[in-house]
C-alpha cells in the first residue's frame, strides 16, 4: 500500500516542506511539496536522499557499546542508559559535576524537545559545561549583536531591496543567511530580475556570485579592512541616512575617525580588488533606498570574525537598512509567543567575562556559548574541574573541530564518551556508548527550531509568518530498538533521580525577547513526544492546533503584525563606536599585511566551501549522495596548478604551520589565484590506517588548525579560514602516515 504525506526535511536547517511517499511501512520517495505556500515544491539532493538516509545499510538500529577488545557491539537502549547512568554518578560522586560536559552539534535542531531536555539535564546535574557547534561557526554574529545592539524589528525584506551585499557566503548552496532559504536560487533570480543590485564579496566566482551586480573577489581575510573601505567611502560621501542615525546610531563620530585610514587606495591594494569596483559597491550599497548586508562562514573562520560582524552591523545601522515603522514584521513569531516589533533597538549587552570562566587561554562564557575550541584542553588539562566525561548529541567532533588531532587525543583520554549518532561516525568510533536514535520521519517534527534562527544573526530563518507542523510518517524499521534524543535525556534524569525543566526556545538564543520558559516534566509518567512539541508551543502565538490544521504548512499573514513605531521616551542607540572593536580595528590597520601576504614559505591560502549533497559530516555515508565522489577535493585555480606541474587527480600534502593532510586537486576556475578551497568534515581519523586511504575517502582541514596558534580572544574560534599552507606533490603510493604530528618546520 502506497500512501503520501506532508512533512518537513530536517536534514538542514531550511526546513523546506516535503511530500514522502511510505509503500509497506518504508519511505520509498521524498519530493519537494507543491501545495506548500512557502516552499513551492522545492527541495534538493538531500532532502530527496531521505528515503536512503531512513534505509541507510550504515544506519545504526542498536545502540552499541564498546568492548575491552575496542570492538562495538549492540546493547539494548535500556541497558545503556541504565549503565550511561551509573558511569555518570560515579564520575560525578568523584570529579565533580563540572567534570561532565555535553556538546551539542548541528543534528539537534531536527528535534525539537532535544536540546532543550540536554540543556535540562545538564543544569540538573549542576554542571555548567554546555558547548554547542555555535562558537566554532559565527559566533561573531551574537558578539557583535551583544556589542552593537540588535533591532527589534530585524532586517529589511531581500524580496523589496534595492541592494544586497553578501560576504563570505553562499546561500545558493547553504542555504544560510542573507537570500531567503526556501529555494534560494529561485529567490535570488526573481530579485536579480526585479532589479535588485546584488553585491558579493568572495574570493570564489561562487554559485551565488555569478548573479552579482558587482563581484569584489578579494585575499580571504581581507573582510575587515573591505567593509571598513565600504564604511570609509559611504561616510566620505554622505551616502549614509543622516536621519537614521542621528536619532538610533550612537558613537558615529568615532567610527568614522576609525574608518578615516581605510581609503579606497588603501583597501585596493590590501585586499586585492579594483579601487573603481569598492568605490562603486559602496556607492550602490549606499546610495539604495531598501537593502542590507550579511555575512557568512567565510569572515567568521579568517582572522578579525567578530569584527566584521561588527562593521557589518555598523554598515547596516548607518545606512538605516533596518525595517520601519508601518512595515510588515519579516519574521513575525508563530510558533514563539507574540511579540511587538518596535522600530528601535534592544540594548547592547554583555558579550563574554560572565558565567563559566574556562581553564585555558583566559576564555569565558559568552553571548555566543562556551568556547568549543577549548572543550578539547579542558579534557586534557588535569586538575580540579577536569572533563572527564563528554556526551556528543548530534554533533562530530572528530570531524568538525578545529585541531583534529589535539580532539583526537583529547576523546580517547575520556573516561566516558557517550555518542548519540544514527552512524558509527569518526566520533562514535571512540565512544564508550554510542545511542541509536530515530530518524526524523519517524518522530514528529514543526518548524519552531527553523523559526528560532533569527536570534543566530541577520537574515536567517523564515522570511514570512511561516508554521509547520508533521507527525511521524512512518515506524522504525522493525526489530530495530532506537530512542528518541530527548527520551535517552529523559531516561539518564529518572536513573540520577534528577528533576530537570525541559528549556523552551533553547538555552543559548541570547537577546531573546524573553528568557527561555523552563517548562516541569512529569518524571513518574513519561511524557510522549508528541506531548513535548505541545509543551515547547504552549503560548505561541498561534497555537499548536491551529498550526496542525495546514498540514501542507501555512503562511498566516492575517496575523502578520506591523512594526511599531518607536517609544517616544526610548534612549536605546545602536554602539557604532565601541571601543574594542575600533580598537582591534586599529590593530588591522596596524597589520603588516604585505610580508603576511608575500610570505613564501607558505604561499597559499586554504579557504571553506560547503557541498550542495552533503551538510558537514552528514550524508557521506549515503551511497546515492556519495558515489560520485566520496572525498573532498583541494580546489586549485589552473594557472596555480599549471605553474605547479599538477593535474587534476594528482596527489599533495598540504602544509599549514601546525600540521598536514594528504588529498587530490583538482581544477576550478572559478577560484582567485592563490587558494585551495576544500570543503571540511572529510576524511576519518587521525590515524595512519585513516590517512592513507585519503583517496576515497578524504582528508580532514580541521588537522590543519591549531587551536591556540591564533584564535579570537572572546569565542575561542581559532583561525579556521585563510590559512596559510604549502603545497607537496605525492608520488603514487606516497601520502601514508608523513607528516604524523609535525609541521612543515617553518
Ligand atoms: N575546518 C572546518 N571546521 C569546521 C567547519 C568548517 O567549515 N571547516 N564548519 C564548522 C561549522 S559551521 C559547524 S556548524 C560545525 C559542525 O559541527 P558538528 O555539528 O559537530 O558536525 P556535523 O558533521 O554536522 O555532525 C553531525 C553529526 O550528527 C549525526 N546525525 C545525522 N543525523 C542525525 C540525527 O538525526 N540524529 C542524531 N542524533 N545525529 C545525527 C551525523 O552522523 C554526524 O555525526 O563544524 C565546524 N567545523
Ligand atoms: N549543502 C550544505 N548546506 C549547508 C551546510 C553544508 O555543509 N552543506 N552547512 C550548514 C552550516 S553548519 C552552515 S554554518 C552554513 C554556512 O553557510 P555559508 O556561510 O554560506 O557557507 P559556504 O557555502 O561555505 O560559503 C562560504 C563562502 O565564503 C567564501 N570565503 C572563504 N573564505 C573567505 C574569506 O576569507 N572572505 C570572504 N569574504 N569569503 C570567503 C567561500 O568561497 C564560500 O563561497 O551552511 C549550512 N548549510
Ligand atoms: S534545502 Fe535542506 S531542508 Fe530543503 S530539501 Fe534540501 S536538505 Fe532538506
Ligand atoms: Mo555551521
Known sequence: MS?????????????????????????????????NPLYLGYSCPKGRALPEQHANPLRLLHSQKRGEDGAHRAIASDRAMDEVAAALSDIIERHGPRSVALYVGTNSLPYAPAPGLANAWLRAVGSPMFFTSNTIDQPGKQIAAALHGAWQAGEQDFRTADTWLLVGLNPVISKSAGVPNQNPAQRLKDAVGRGMKLIVVDPRRSETSKRAHIHLQPRPGEDPTLLAGLLHVIIAEELYDHDFTDVNVEGFAELSEAVRPFTPEYVARRADVPREQLVEAARVFGKAARGGCSLGTGPNFAPHGNLSEYLSLCLNSICGRWSRAGDPVLRANVMLPPFTAKAQPHAPYRAWGKGEKLRVRGLTDTAAGLPTAALADEILLPGEGQVKALLCLGGNPMMAWPDQRKAFAALQELELLVSIDIEMSATARLAHYVIAPKLTLETPGMTLPAEMLKYFGHSIGHSKPYAQYADKAVDPPAGSDLVEEWEFFYGLSQRMELTPQLVGFYGWGRHIESPPRLIPLDMENKPSSEDLHAALCEGSRI???????????????????????????????????HPDMLRELDEVHREDYASAWGDARRPFRLIPRRHNDFLNSSGRSIAKLSARRPHNPAFLHPDDLNELGLESGDAVRIHSAHDSIPALVESDATLRRGLVSMTHAFGGLPTEEDEARFREIGSNTGRLVSSEAEYDSITGIPRMGAIPVALERLREGEGEGEGEGEGDGG
Open 3 to 35: 500512501e503520501t504525506h506532508p512533512s518537513i526535511c530536517r536534514f538542514c536547517p531550511a526546513h523546506c516542506g516535503v511530500l514522502v511517499t511510505v509503500e509497506d511501512g518504508a519511505v520509498t520517495k521524498v519530493t519537494g511539496d507543491p501545495d
Open 543 to 577: 497555537p499548536l492546533d491551529e498550526v496542525k490544521q495546514h498540514p501542507h504548512g501555512h503562511i498566516f499573514e492575517e496575523v502578520a503584525p506591523r512594526v511599531e513605531p518607536r517609544d517616544p521616551d526610548c534612549e536605546v542607540r545602536f554602539a557604532a563606536g
